[in-house]
């Protein structure tokens, strides 16, 4: 696996791979884990859960790091010699998996992590000598995996064909992530501290893309209505101090927590209100946790929710579509009610960490398998 950062960073990516580390090695997919140290102060070898991390160095400024990292990374692939690299991401993991399938011969599974103005793809677009990369991870990637209809459609559009276009969504585990009778999320409250009255959650990056801003200046007039209400924000980044200098009252910021299960199952309403997304590990397990849930229509949430069925979709940076959907489920139980039992269903039905884990494990055979008949 390669991968840009890893624990004790705590992104969407870095959450969906630790989650699935555990299940790939139930199916006998053993696993190893190549990622940037990005803070001197890591080990540049650890084990987490079981599974082996080497932080490789990352000098100097981004163009430097990426070199740096890709030749880090090359011999140590030469002495694993596995089976299938994965890249997680299109920018250096992918670059640095398909300078080892010319030198070794590997096959290559490539995830594409977002689309839309902040991808992968435009990332790569606006970098230079971005058309010639692209090209050549046309050219050396077996799979990319998509997790959204709109990184499917971008894929398509610079000519990768529908054979290697792979749909494996990003996947929750659904024993962790899962509705509360009455009683034992009031209990679950007392234990993390939480106010009484309605809770309104986000988990995510402190990032200006998450437009997390928006839900900070609203909230006065939330409290107007709802004065008992509660938004409850879990996750820190680059706008952490100035969000905080702009909230109000009963506004809670917990920072990075290990686990925001516990949170999520507490709380009574999920809001991302993001300008982009690829596959939000957020979103799903907010709707895992049968929380009725409003998200921005950006990404992979436009796969997921159905607007009025299962949850509720609106444009971003538009405060006020923002404002009268937290208004309607903060005034009304039922709906609450119906679209977090809906959005549990679709989660269940769709996107379980095990269908997940099934999927790549079959990739991952499937491609080991023909470099095998290729190299007979």
Known sequence: MLIQAYYPRLGGAERQLASLAPLLKERNIEICILTRRYDATLPAFEIIGETPVYRLPVPGPKPLAALSFSFSALPMLRRFNPHVIHAHELLSPATTAVMAKRIFGTPIVAKVLRGGELGDLAKLKNRAFGA??????????????????????????????????????????????????????????????????????????????????HLIEMWRSVLERRPDATLLILGAGTEEQNLKQKAGANVRFEGNVKD?????????????????????????????SG???????????????????????????????????????????DARARLGAKGRETIAQKYS????????SALYRRLASQSNMEAA
């Open 132 to 213: 010639r990369r692209i090209a050549s991870l046309k050219r050396g990637i077996d799979s990319f995996i998509v997790i959204s209809s709109e990184i499917d459609r971008e894929l398509s559009e610079i000519g990768v064909p529908p054979e290697r276009r792979i749909f494996i969504p990003n996947g929750v585990d659904l024993n962790r992530f899962a509705p509360l009778p009455a009683e034992r999320k009031a209990a679950l409250r007392q234990s993390l501290r939480l106010p009484d009255g309605l809770i309104v959650a986000f988990t995510g990056r402190l990032d200006p893309e998450k437009r997390v801003h």
């Open 260 to 288: 925001v299960a516990p949170y999520l199952c507490a709380s009574d309403i999920f809001v991302l209100p993001s300008a982009t997304e690829g596959l939000s590990n957020s979103l799903l397990e907010a709707m895992a």
């Open 291 to 333: 929380l009725p849930s409003i998200a921005t229509s950006v990404g992979g949430a436009t796969d997921i929710i159905e607007d009025g069925a299962n949850g509720i979709l609106i444009q971003p940076d538009d405060a006020q579509e923002l404002r009268a959907a937290l208004f309607s489920l903060l005034s009304d139980a």
């Open 353 to 360: 960490l095990t269908a997940v884990a099934d999927k790549l």
